[in-house]
């Protein structure tokens, strides 16, 4: 999220795998595909990545920072499913 007096043009969210700490991951996403909302940003990169990777990994564990807009994802079965094809087990 933006600072206060900031406005974040582009967010780039990148995922690792956690026993090799290798890079899986990166999704870069502008503002203007949010529209201009720089709020939604990481949430929207966070839906980019955990698409691209289900179509390739099966997924186990997904662990993040404290975004509010992550968490509310995570915490709706029913969207989750949606983004997620249901298949990640969120600890």
Same mark, same amino acid.
């Given at each position: 999220?933006?600072?206060?007096? /900031?406005?974040?043009? /582009?967010?780039?969210?990148?995922?690792?795998?956690?026993?090799?700490?290798?890079?899986?991951?990166? *999704?870069? !996403?502008? $503002?203007?595909?949010?529209?201009?909302?720089?709020? @939604?940003? #990481?949430? $929207?990169?966070? @839906?980019?990545?955990?698409?691209? %990777? %289900?179509? #390739?990994?099966? @997924?186990? #564990? !997904?662990?993040?920072? *404290?975004?509010?807009?992550?968490?509310?994802?995570?915490? $709706?079965? *029913? %969207? %989750?499913?949606?983004?997620?094809?249901?298949?990640?087990?969120?600890?």
């Amino acid at each position: 999220m933006d600072s206060p007096g /900031y406005c974040a043009q /582009y967010c780039t969210y990148t995922v690792m795998e956690n026993e090799s700490r290798n890079i899986i991951s990166i *999704a870069t !996403v502008d $503002k203007r595909q949010t529209r201009r909302n720089s709020v @939604v940003m #990481e949430k $929207k990169a966070f @839906v980019d990545s955990m698409t691209q %990777l %289900l179509t #390739e990994l099966k @997924v186990v #564990e !997904v662990c993040t920072d *404290a975004h509010v807009q992550i968490s509310s994802l995570m915490g $709706k079965q *029913a %969207l %989750l499913s949606v983004c997620i094809s249901g298949n990640v087990m969120v600890s």
